[in-house]
């Protein structure tokens, strides 16, 4: 009998947990932004491969997902995808984000059959060892291995570290022409397998989240308008741009097409709270805190004025970070463009930069969305940023 009391008790409270835990899941749902079906798409994007200059089929995705939020959609002859709404309208605002990712050129083939690769992009060379690739070839994609010396038969005395000089690709031949009747040259691209998660329910976690999560993010503010019946009284220029990670390319050319009134870059940042990282050089920013809001001189003061109000006006947490001469983002591209275009940028705090495992934090994805949105629905047609606030 106590048994069985215990166990009736033992199951009510187990009860009543679930649905608390129900309840509160409730809560966040009807609060966080990215939705079940928002996320399917992010999942799919982050695991499609988008090497810089071969960003092809991922813009594809991302067009075919913003299609129904905007008017009108064009790319670019080099691939930025663009989403319109309000085509015809003279004042333009554009929020952008770049498509991508940083992988690998095959540079050199050995007679053995194996193979030394360059970068494209900041890849890099200290993550390599032991990491599956795909190499991307007409024939198809084809599986291989950054090979690297067991520890048995490394010197122990003196480590050799990993350089672009001694890490090599192993996909399973034993010559040149082994290799090349794979479909594999010198110019293949070289991508990593490692695909999408969610770490402890807080963390999107991913290659290339660098900045494949700002286009998903612009393409949710676009979302978020038309189910919003939002009406905009300027023309919104939502730009995926090709081409950043090898020196804001992709933006550089966009920016003459569309010739912008005013540009709202979204990119990611450095969280600087795990070990190795001097806060003194590199700031302090965490994953969690909100999106991080920067001082530069390629950030227009006024619009920066504007994305601070917005933030404190709509109680989204936010930090701050200054940066010496470049932003290293597109958004220099966009300023010191047509004769210089008030731009801004709003950062996406996130932790191992360039690596497999790249990790953003849910709430601050909700929070970068909600900033830019909101931003939006406070800029007014044909705002002079001159005089705002004066
Ligand atoms: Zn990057």
């Known amino acids: 009998m106590v048994k069985h009391l215990i166990s009736l008790c033992k199951n009510t409270i187990f009860h009543k947990k679930t649905s608390m835990a129900n309840k509160k899941q409730n809560k966040k749902d009807n609060k966080s932004v990215v939705n079940s079906k928002s996320l399917e798409f992010l999942e799919s994007y982050i695991n499609n491969p988008s090497p810089t200059s071969y960003e092809w089929s991922g813009q594809r995705m991302w067009l075919d997902y913003i299609n129904p939020y905007v008017d009108e959609t064009f790319v670019d002859h080099y691939g930025t995808a663009v989403g319109v709404v309000n085509p015809d309208a003279p004042y333009k605002v554009v929020i952008e984000a770049h498509a991508d990712e940083i992988s690998w050129y095959v540079n050199y ?10 970068r494209n992009g900041g890849s890099d ?24 010396p ?23 031949c ?56 939002k009406k905009l009284p300027f023309g919104l220029y939502i730009v995926n741009a090709v081409q950043e990670e090898v020196g804001l390319r992709g933006a550089e050319m966009i920016t003459e097409k569309i010739k912008p009134n005013v540009a709202i870059v979204t990119d990611v940042t450095h ?31 006024n619009l920066n004025k504007l994305l601070f109000e917005v933030a404190k006006n709509n109680d989204i947490p936010f930090q701050r970070q200054a940066s010496s001469r ?43 969305i909600l900033l830019i949105y909101n931003a939006l629905l406070n800029i007014k047609d044909g705002q002079d940023f001159r005089t705002f606030n004066q």
């Not at 050995?110 to 690769?117: C, H």
């Not at 009747?181 to 770490?199: A, C, K, N, P």
């Not at 920067?294 to 227009?300: I, N």
Request: include cysteine; proline fraction near 4%.
């Open 271 to 301: 969280d600087t709270q795990t070990p190795m990282i001097n806060k003194i050089t590199q700031g302090d920013l965490s994953c969690g805190k909100g999106p991080v809001l920067s001082y530069a001189p390629a950030v227009q003061i």
């Open 125 to 148: 060379h200290q993550i390599a060892p032991s990491k599956k690739v795909h190499i991307h070839t007409e024939k198809g994609i084809v599986d291989g291995v950054f090979g690297w």
């Open 326 to 368: 470049f932003t290293g983002t597109d958004t220099d591209a966009f300023a010191y463009s047509n004769g210089g275009v008030p731009s801004a940028l709003i950062s996406l705090p996130l932790r191992y930069m360039h690596t497999t495992v790249e990790m953003v934090h849910k709430e601050d994805v909700d929070n970068v």
């Open 174 to 229: 034993t010559s040149k022409e082994e290799v090349e009747e794979l479909g594999i040259h010198v110019g293949s691209v070289v991508t990593y397998q490692d695909e999408f998660m969610v770490l402890n329910d807080r963390y999107y976690v991913g290659r290339a989240l660098d900045n494949r999560v700002g286009g998903f993010m612009i393409a949710e503010v676009a979302r978020l308008l038309k189910d919003n019946k």
């Open 109 to 118: 083939i050995t007679k053995e059959g194996l193979i030394y690769v360059i």
């Open 150 to 172: 067991a520890i048995h038969t490394r010197s122990g005395e003196k480590e050799e570290g990993p350089t672009l000089k001694n890490i090599f690709i192993d996909c399973g």
